[in-house]
């Protein structure tokens, strides 16, 4: 199976920061850690998206990593599978900054049964050492669809 994120995005290819948006869907999904860990300052925290699409708010670096972690930790119990389909995209750059929205469809799927989230994230990009890094991310959901049985297996792992 094909990921949407590994398609070609012509319409969107040579936009600022559309590369690294890319790399950050792909960590998420991939649950990779280190690259993820690489790409992000976060200089002031993060609100992220937990799998029942709720809103988590992350302060430090310290509580990023914690999350991050432990996400994968419970998407891997949970034997869950994520992947994201990039439906609009923008960004604007400047010498030292930029920001990027994305909207997106994160998918989350557990055997048979799959959750769709529509959501919207801006993500504010500095220059470091010559490289483009998230120095925020604020995501959030738009909509949802999820299978009252997906809720229930996802509860019962906890």
Not at 90 to 115: H, K, N, P
Not at 148 to 154: G, I, N, W, Y
Request: charged letters at 25%; proline letters at 4%; one cysteine or more.
């Amino acid at each position: 199976m094909h990921s949407p994120l590994d398609q070609a995005h012509p319409e969107h290819d040579q936009k600022p920061f559309f590369e690294q948006t890319i790399i950050l869907l792909r960590s998420v999904r991939d649950h990779d850690f280190d690259t993820l860990a690489g790409l992000c300052d976060d200089d002031f925290g993060i609100v992220d998206i937990a799998p029942d699409g709720s809103n988590v708010a992350i302060r430090s670096r310290a509580e990023w990593e914690d999350w991050f972690l432990g996400l994968f930790a419970q998407l891997d119990g949970m034997k869950a599978s994520t992947d994201s389909t990039i439906l609009a995209y923008d960004a604007v750059e400047s010498e030292e900054m930029g920001f990027s929205v994305v909207e997106f469809r994160q998918s989350l799927a557990i055997g048979d049964l799959t959750a769709n989230f529509d959501c919207m994230a801006t993500i504010v990009w500095k220059l470091v050492d010559g490289e483009w890094r998230e120095a925020r991310w604020h995501g959030f959901v738009l909509s949802s669809d999820v299978p009252p049985e997906l809720v229930a297996a996802s509860e019962a792992v906890g």
